[in-house]
Each structure stands twice: as C-alpha cells, then as structure tokens.
C-alpha cells in the first residue's frame, strides 16, 4: 500500500508540475536574459529598426509552419483590433526602443530596468481592471523609481541617460503587451495569440524590410548566429512560453514576477558571452530596485511574520 501511495504521489507531483506555468514561464526568462547580450552583440553591424524586424520575420515563420500543421483557429472580426494592439506594444514599439536603449547601456542595466515590468504591469492593472494595491506596494513603486533615479544619474554627472529612459519605455510597452496577453489567452491558445500577435507586430516592422536586407547580406557569419538565437530562441519560443504560461496561471503577476531573474540571468550571461562586468551604479541602483519588488510581493507576508513574532513575545 506504502509503495502504491509514493506512487500516486510522484504521479499527481508528475501532473501538477506539467499543468503549472513555472517551468514555462522559466523557458521564456533565460530566453529574455540571453537577448539583452545577443541584442548589444547583434547592434554592432545591424541598425535598431533592422534588427527588430529581421528578429521577428524569423520568429513568425517559425511560428506560421507549426500554426499550419495543427491547424490554429482564425481571430474573429472583434478581436483582430486587440491583436494589432499586441503586436504594436510587444513588438513594434518594444523592439524599436529596447533596441535603441541596449545600444548605449550594458546587459546588466538593461535586465534591472526592464525587470520593473511586473510592478508597471500591476499598476496598469490596477487602472484597467480596478485591481487594487494596498499601501506597501506604493512604498515599494516609490523605491523602485528611486533606483532607476540612481542608475540614471549615479555616473553620468546628473545627467539622465538617455538609454535608461528608451528602456523605460521599453518596459511600459511590454507591461500593456502583458495586459492585452492576460486577456487574450481567456478565448485564445498560446500559439494563436502568439502566431498573431508577433504577426500583427512584424507587418508594422515591415516598414525597415528594406535596409534590413540591405544589411544582412553584408553581415558576418557569426550575426546570423546571433539573429537565429534570437529569433528562434528569444522570440519564437519565449512568447510562445510567455503566452503558455499566462493561460495557466490564475494571476498576471504571478507570471510577470519571474521578470525578477532577468538581472540575475543577463549580468551572467554578458560576463561569459561579452566580458561585461556590472558598474557601480548599476549594481546600487538594481540593489535599490529589487528591495522594492521584494517589498511588493512578500510586504503582506513579512508583516504578518513580525506580527506572529510579536504575538509570540
């Protein structure tokens, strides 16, 4: 009976584990920790614009074969707006201005501004869908910006560092993106709201096709290597995740928290693949920001700790 029960046990802890979104939500950040390095790589021969929309040319057909052979369902007439507004947050104004802002700044301070999504997400949802936050989130909003104040001006003599503020940005754009996803994936799979939202995203990107070829016959081998990865890897796969992850979850956040790696992750990888050590500023600054979205996830359960601490006393 023992042995049939560890059975049963392993089998429910087998199932639950491939019902859950953790492992897909993961897939997606290591993919989006890799891109920031491969993107500062990939801008030594290819322009912002180009490099946005050769990324994605790559992810859609990768995601049109598979869409072909399962045979995904067509977007009905109500939902097609909402696709393009995806693709134009996601991608479109996403790539255009994290590109612009990873031209000028490292992997590592890059990953610390982008990884405000889930908060930024969090407020858009406390807007749109009345979602409310309770009085240690706004202590924690607060100190985030704080330590996006210092990575922007710590080195640069007061000045604001115009890569921080297209990162800013960048990271507004994917916290709607994250909000039109939440809601897509109520009627929609993954791969569909994935298939035409990256779709949606590329046609506007469309518009740079021409100095992007221009560009890619001429660029080495190793840039094919870097737009690949990022096309197939950091694209294609990683949103097919993303949109996995948030059609399994019960929550946004719970999704959008796992942003919090991303510096972790990208500070690795730009050491190993590009020699990046993070500056000082960047590493204050990134302090001072995941104190704050420490705050704002476990605030709720450090308080009642100190409270049971307090009873017990």
Not at 10 to 35: C, D, E, K, Q
């Amino acid at each position: 009976m023992l042995h049939l029960g560890n059975q049963g046990i392993a089998w429910n802890a087998g199932m639950s584990f491939r019902n859950s979104f953790h492992p897909y939500a993961l897939v997606t950040i290591v993919f989006w920790s890799l891109a920031y390095v491969l993107t500062r790589l990939a801008l030594q021969h290819f322009s912002i614009f180009s490099l946005g929309f050769i990324r994605y040319v790559i992810a859609v057909c990768i995601l049109a074969v598979i869409a072909y052979f399962i045979k995904i369902k067509l977007p009905s007439k109500n939902d097609i707006p909402v696709f393009i507004l995806s693709g134009c947050f996601g991608f479109f104004i996403y790539m255009i201005v994290f590109n612009a802002g990873q031209a000028v700044v490292s992997s590592a301070t890059g990953s610390v501004i982008i990884s405000t999504v889930p908060v930024i997400t969090a407020l858009f949802a406390c807007f749109m869908y009345n979602e409310k936050l309770k009085l240690f989130q706004w202590i924690a909003i607060f100190v985030e910006f704080i330590g996006v104040a210092v990575i922007s001006l710590m080195d640069n003599a007061l000045s604001l560092n115009p890569g921080v503020v297209w990162l800013l940005l960048a990271a507004v754009s994917l916290s709607l993106y994250n909000i039109l996803q939440r809601r897509l994936t109520k009627t929609y799979t993954a791969l569909e709201t994935t298939t035409y939202s990256i779709l949606s995203g590329t046609i506007l990107l469309a518009v740079f096709a021409p100095a992007a070829m221009r560009e890619i016959s001429h660029a080495p081998m190793v840039q094919y290597v870097y737009i690949a990865v990022l096309g197939i890897g950091s694209s294609a796969i990683a949103y097919l995740a993303w949109a996995k992850a948030f059609s399994k979850a019960r929550h946004t956040a719970q999704v959008s928290n796992y942003m919090f790696l991303t510096p972790f992750l990208a500070s690795i990888f730009g050491f190993v693949l590009a020699g990046e050590i993070p500056d000082s500023a960047t590493l204050i600054g990134g302090g001072i920001i995941i104190s704050g979205m420490v705050i704002f996830n476990f605030g709720e359960h450090f308080y009642r700790l100190l409270l049971r601490m307090k009873l017990n006393f």
